[in-house]
Structures are given as C-alpha cells and as structure tokens.
C-alpha cells in the first residue's frame, strides 16, 4: 500500500510541473512568431494542438525592419486630384429689339418697311402681332437668317439697309391696308373708287387720290355687286324700309346697294358684313365725302 501511495504522489507532481511548463513554452513561441514574421511556423511539442508538426500562420503581423520609416501622410496618395469640371455654355442668343408684345413708333416704321418689301399688307399699327411676326418671318428666310418671327439686330440692320425712311403718310395711312393700284377706270374725272381686294374706298379725282378709308361690302348671300354705276340719290338721314337700320349719310348706286357710314362696322370690324351694301367705319371721312359728291358722279367697283 506504501509503494502504491508513492506511485500515486509521483504522478501529481508530474502533472503539476507539466501544467507549470505550457505558459512558458507558449510564451516561449509567441516571441519566436514575432521575429519570424509573417512566414508559418511549426509548432511542436507539449502545448501544441497535437504533436504532428501542423503548420500555423501568426494572427500578429510582423513589425517593420528596423530603421525602416513609413511616408508622411500627405505623402501616400501621389494621385494628383482632377481640378472642377467646368460646364461649357453656348452663348445666348442677342436680346430681340422687337418681338410679339412690342408696341411703338419702332414697331409702325419695322411694318411700314416691310410694307415697301411688300411683305406686309397692312396699314402700321405700332403693335407687333401675329401678320407682323410672318412678315419678319418671310423677310428673315429672304435673307437666310434664322426664322424667329422676333427682330434681331442683323435683322433690322438688313431691313434698314434695303428700305428708305418711311414718310409721315407710309407710317400714318388713312386706310387699314394699302389701296393698291387703282383700276383704270378710276382715273379720269370725279370717281368713287372701291376696292374688294383691299377693302378700300377712295374719292378719285382726274387720277389722284384726295381721301381714302376702310369700307366692309355684302355676305357670300348678299354680295356687293361689281361693275361701273352712278350716284342716283343721295339721303342724310335714311332707314332701310327692309332691315329697319339706320345708314346715315347714304349714297345710293345700284338699287337698294349704297354707299353709307355703319355703326357696326365701326363696333365690331370686320367680323360682320353687309346685306350688299359699301360700310365706311369713319364718320368723318363718309360725312365730308356725303357733301361733296353730287348726283350722276361715277362710282366703280371692283376686284
């Protein structure tokens, strides 16, 4: 029992100096790792996993060498940083001078201009609309310039450059549109010109123009008859026994069709029309060429 006792106690300490001997071979080869490095090592020996030579890379990396200095940190990065992206941008267009909206003394000469390109059928207004912008339009695609309907500065320049100044009654005509060319029978004696294609009245006398104004004639139902008349009576005050309406200072010249001032003509324009006879929208200009014309004067019609 002595000898087992013995064996028993021999045991323990064995064990017990084996205990005390793994932390030191481990510490052992953990400083061995560090001066190895990053390559693997062989660990063998009580405290490895098993004591075949299995082969284990170190979970520290190694210390650089000595002597070795990193770079600075403004240093590491040798890439040069691009410099800001700059937008190109297509240089705006020129401000126009004139344009839809414009109004003005500007405005009436650019349309008298146009008027003497024959590009615009209308009397200046010195309001720049829609048959404005298409003259522009036809004048800028004449000269090969961009087709805005807007007045650029080489457009005027151009437009100047072509036309003369426009006179006092270029810019101020008595009528919305351009009489045009009278026909020929119009120009001799004392002749109350009208025109449908103008829509034109002028008071003819041996070939020259003494006045002019708008007039407005019948409906596709009621038109106004065309050919060569005489003035057969005259009538201040006269009211139409067939619609019933007032037509002051009434000039008759074929029939129940007369020349006379319309307050609706001169109300609503040319949205309306006639029952056949000639509508002057002037008061002024029809009463003036009441008291002038006498009975038989001529009077043509025409296209």
Same mark, same amino acid.
């Given at each position: 029992?002595?000898?087992?006792?013995?064996?028993?106690?021999?045991?323990?300490?064995?064990?017990?100096?084996?205990?005390?001997?793994?932390?030191?071979?481990?510490?052992?080869?953990?400083?061995?790792?560090?001066?190895?490095?990053?390559?693997?090592?062989?660990?063998?020996?009580?405290?490895?996993?098993?004591?075949?030579?299995?082969?284990?890379?170190?979970?520290?990396?190694?210390?650089?060498?000595?002597?070795?200095?990193?770079?600075?940190?403004?240093?590491?990065?040798?890439?040069?940083?691009?410099?800001?992206?700059?937008?190109?941008?297509?240089?705006?267009?020129?401000?126009?001078?004139?344009?839809?909206?414009?109004?003005?003394?500007?405005?009436?000469?650019?349309?008298?201009?146009?008027?003497?390109?024959?590009?615009?059928?209308? @009397?200046?207004?010195?309001?720049? =609309? #829609?048959?404005?912008?298409?003259? /522009? %339009?036809?004048? +800028?695609?004449?000269?090969? $310039?961009?087709?805005?309907?807007?007045?650029?500065?080489?457009?005027?320049?151009?437009?100047?450059?072509?036309?003369?100044?426009?006179?006092?009654?270029?810019?101020?005509?008595?009528?919305?549109?351009?009489?045009?060319?009278?026909?020929?029978?119009?120009?001799?004696?004392?002749?109350?010109?009208?025109?449908?294609?103008?829509?034109?009245?002028?008071?003819?006398?041996?070939?020259?123009?003494?006045?002019?104004?708008?007039?407005?004639?019948?409906?596709?139902?009621?038109?106004?008859?065309?050919?060569?008349?005489?003035?057969?009576?005259?009538?201040?005050?006269?009211?139409?026994?067939?619609?019933?309406?007032?037509?002051?200072?009434?000039?008759?010249?074929?029939?129940?069709?007369?020349?006379?001032?319309?307050?609706?003509?001169? @109300?609503?324009?040319?949205?309306? =029309? #006639?029952?056949?006879?000639?509508? /002057? %929208?002037?008061? +002024?200009?029809?009463?003036? $060429?009441?008291?002038?014309?006498?009975?038989?004067?001529?009077?043509?019609?025409?296209?």
């Amino acid at each position: 029992m002595a000898g087992r006792a013995a064996e028993i106690r021999g045991l323990r300490m064995q064990r017990s100096r084996g205990r005390r001997t793994a932390p030191a071979v481990a510490a052992v080869l953990v400083v061995a790792a560090l001066a190895v490095g990053c390559r693997p090592v062989t660990v063998t020996g009580a405290g490895s996993p098993d004591s075949k030579g299995t082969r284990y890379a170190p979970t520290t990396p190694a210390p650089p060498p000595l002597g070795h200095h990193p770079p600075p940190a403004h240093a590491r990065h040798t890439t040069k940083p691009h410099p800001p992206r700059t937008a190109h941008r297509t240089p705006a267009a020129p401000r126009p001078l004139m344009a839809p909206g414009s109004r003005g003394a500007q405005v009436r000469e650019l349309q008298a201009r146009l008027a003497q390109l024959g590009l615009f059928d209308r @009397a200046p207004t010195g309001y720049y =609309a #829609s048959v404005t912008a298409t003259a /522009v %339009r036809a004048f +800028q695609r004449r000269q090969g $310039l961009p087709r805005t309907g807007t007045v650029q500065p080489a457009a005027w320049r151009a437009l100047r450059s072509q036309t003369r100044r426009p006179s006092h009654a270029e810019l101020h005509p008595p009528t919305t549109r351009p009489v045009g060319t009278l026909d020929p029978r119009c120009m001799r004696g004392r002749v109350i010109c009208i025109s449908k294609r103008s829509n034109t009245l002028t008071w003819v006398v041996n070939g020259r123009i003494v006045s002019a104004m708008d007039v407005r004639f019948g409906s596709q139902y009621t038109p106004t008859r065309e050919g060569t008349f005489r003035i057969t009576f005259k009538s201040r005050h006269h009211v139409s026994t067939l619609y019933h309406t007032a037509m002051p200072y009434a000039m008759f010249f074929s029939g129940g069709q007369a020349v006379h001032y319309s307050a609706d003509f001169a @109300a609503h324009g040319y949205r309306g =029309a #006639s029952h056949g006879c000639v509508n /002057v %929208r002037d008061k +002024q200009k029809i009463a003036a $060429l009441f008291h002038t014309v006498k009975g038989g004067t001529k009077v043509v019609v025409y296209h």
